[in-house]
C-alpha cells in the first residue's frame, strides 16, 4: 500500500475553483506555475503573469492544451503600471476572485554577509519580492472585494526562522507575512481573504538544482521529518485549498508548508 504522504499518489483531493478567474504572479515558473496549472486543472480560468513573456506563454498554452482557459501577461511586478494593466488583462476572463502572489528572486548579491550587500541589491529583492506583492493586491482588490476574494501570498520560511543569509530577501518576505495580516483585517470586512503561505526548500529553478543532489537528498532525510525536500506542486495544493472555498473561514494565517523542517 502506498503511503498517503507519497507525492507519487497524491491524487485529486476534489477542492474545486469552478467558474472563478484566478490570477498567479510568477505564473511562468515552479511554485507559481504549479499553481496556475493545478488552479485551472480545478476548474479557474487562469491569469499566467511573470517577467517571462515565454514561460507565462508555456504554461497558458499547456493549460489550453488540456481543455483549460488560461491567458498570458508578460508583466514585471515592480512596474506598478504595468501591474495595472495586467490585472485588466486577466479581468477580460471575468472577475478576478483569486490571486496568488508568487512572482519573487533570490538575488546573488543579496545572499552576502550583510555588510557586504550594498543598499542598492538590498532595495532591488524588497522592490521585486515586497513591492511586487503590493502592486498585485492594490490592483487587485477592486475585483477580489466585489463579492468576495482570496488573496494567497508566497513569503518563505526565512520569514519566520533566521536562516542567516539573505538580507534582502529575508526582510522581504517577513513584510510579505505582516502585509497578508494588514489586508486580512483591512479587507474582510469586504469579504476579501488573505493568507500567507511560507515554503520551505522547494525544488524548482530558483533553487537551481540545490535540493535534488543525492547529498542534499541525504540531508533532507536527517533534517526534515518528512524526509525530503519540496515540489511545486506541494505548495499549490494548500494555495488552491487557501484559494477555495473549503478555506472560506481562514484568514490572516501563516502557514508553513515545509515537510515539518520548522519544528524539527
Ligand atoms: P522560480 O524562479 O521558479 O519562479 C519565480 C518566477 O517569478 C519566475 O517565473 C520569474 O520570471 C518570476 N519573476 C521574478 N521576478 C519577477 C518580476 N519582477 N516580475 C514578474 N515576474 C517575476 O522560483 P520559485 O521557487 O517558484 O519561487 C516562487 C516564490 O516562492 C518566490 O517568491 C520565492 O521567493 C518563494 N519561495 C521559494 C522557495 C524555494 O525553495 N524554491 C522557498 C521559499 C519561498
Known amino acids: 500500500m502506498r503511503s498517503m504522504n507519497d507525492p507519487a499518489s497524491a491524487s485529486d483531493h476534489a477542492v474545486r475553483l469552478d467558474d472563478i478567474v484566478v490570477m498567479v504572479t510568477g505564473g511562468g515558473s515552479g511554485i507559481g506555475?504549479?499553481?496556475?496549472?493545478?488552479?485551472?486543472?480545478?476548474?479557474?480560468?487562469?491569469?499566467?503573469?511573470?517577467?517571462?513573456e515565454e514561460h507565462a506563454a508555456?504554461?497558458?498554452?499547456?493549460?489550453?492544451?488540456?481543455?483549460?482557459?488560461?491567458?498570458?501577461?508578460?508583466?514585471?511586478?515592480?512596474?506598478?503600471?504595468?501591474?495595472?494593466?495586467?490585472?485588466?488583462?486577466?479581468?477580460?476572463?471575468?472577475?478576478?476572485?483569486?490571486?496568488?502572489?508568487?512572482?519573487?528572486?533570490?538575488?546573488?548579491?543579496?545572499?552576502?554577509?550583510?555588510?557586504q550587500v550594498s543598499i542598492d541589491d538590498f532595495r532591488h529583492v524588497l522592490d521585486v519580492n515586497l513591492g511586487g506583492t503590493f502592486s498585485a493586491i492594490r490592483h487587485a482588490l477592486p475585483h477580489l472585494a466585489d463579492g468576495g476574494g482570496s488573496v494567497v501570498t508566497i513569503a518563505s520560511t526565512a520569514a519566520l526562522r533566521g536562516h542567516g543569509f539573505g538580507a534582502?530577501?529575508?526582510?522581504?518576505?517577513?513584510?510579505?507575512?505582516?502585509l497578508t495580516r494588514l489586508v486580512a483585517v483591512q479587507c474582510g470586512p469586504r469579504g476579501v481573504r488573505a493568507?500567507?503561505?511560507?515554503?520551505?526548500?522547494?525544488?524548482?529553478?530558483m533553487t537551481g538544482g540545490a535540493f535534488a543532489s543525492e547529498e542534499a537528498q541525504a540531508r533532507a532525510r536527517r533534517?526534515?521529518?518528512?524526509?525530503?525536500?519540496?515540489?511545486?506542486?506541494?505548495?499549490?495544493?494548500?494555495?488552491?485549498?487557501?484559494?477555495?472555498?473549503?478555506?472560506?473561514?481562514v484568514t490572516g494565517q501563516t502557514?508553513?508548508?515545509?515537510?515539518g523542517a520548522l519544528v524539527s
Not at 33 to 52: E, K, N, P
Not at 93 to 109: D, E, Q, Y
Open 33 to 52: 506555475a504549479a499553481t496556475a496549472r493545478l488552479a485551472a486543472a480545478r476548474g479557474a480560468a487562469v491569469g499566467v503573469i511573470d517577467r517571462s
Open 168 to 178: 534582502g530577501y529575508t526582510a522581504s518576505k517577513g513584510g510579505v507575512d505582516a
Open 255 to 259: 502557514l508553513p508548508v515545509e515537510g
Open 58 to 115: 508555456e504554461v497558458a498554452a499547456d493549460i489550453a492544451a488540456r481543455g483549460g482557459t488560461a491567458v498570458a501577461v508578460a508583466c514585471d511586478v515592480t512596474d506598478d503600471a504595468a501591474v495595472a494593466s495586467a490585472v485588466a488583462t486577466v479581468a477580460r476572463l471575468g472577475r478576478i476572485t483569486g490571486l496568488v502572489t508568487s512572482a519573487g528572486i533570490f538575488h546573488g548579491p543579496d545572499l552576502a554577509p550583510i555588510e
Open 223 to 249: 533534517a526534515i521529518p518528512l524526509g525530503r525536500y519540496g515540489r511545486p506542486d506541494d505548495i499549490a495544493q494548500v494555495a488552491v485549498w487557501l484559494l477555495s472555498d473549503a478555506a472560506r473561514y
Open 195 to 205: 493568507n500567507c503561505i511560507c515554503p520551505g526548500g522547494i525544488d524548482t529553478p
